[in-house]
């Protein structure tokens, strides 16, 4: 079997356990500006946190709802908003960076710093 148009990790978790974990790891990206977490999992984070800042840059009570929806955190919300969005406002697209660190001693997980640019 191929896995043509197959999108996305599974990272070894049922679908709620895998989006609760990117939603956290977004919400914490969003509050610290920086995480280290393995590369799968900064891979995939990503996506959402990128797409936060673009409803914040957005900016409308609809894009607002949106990122709420997607991070159910309004502290979050409010930050992309109010702080992240202006930040950003001129940047088209590409506001997160992949740092890889090499690999994690007690399993050697390929570790990775994500961070805002």
Do not use: W
């Amino acid at each position: 079997m191929v896995r043509h148009r197959v999108a996305g990790r599974k990272l070894g978790r049922a679908t709620d356990q895998r989006i609760g974990l990117l939603r956290s790891l977004a919400a914490a990206l969003i509050i610290h500006e920086r995480i280290v977490t393995t590369e799968a999992k900064a891979k995939e984070t990503r996506g959402l946190a990128e797409k936060m800042i673009t409803y914040g840059k957005k900016g409308t009570l609809h894009h607002r709802r949106l990122a709420v929806a997607k991070i159910p955190n309004k502290s979050v919300v409010k930050k992309v908003f109010d702080e992240l969005a202006p930040r950003y406002a001129s940047r088209p697209g590409g506001y997160t960076r992949i740092i890889k660190l090499g690999q994690r001693k007690g399993d050697a997980a390929p570790l990775a710093q994500l961070e805002l640019v």
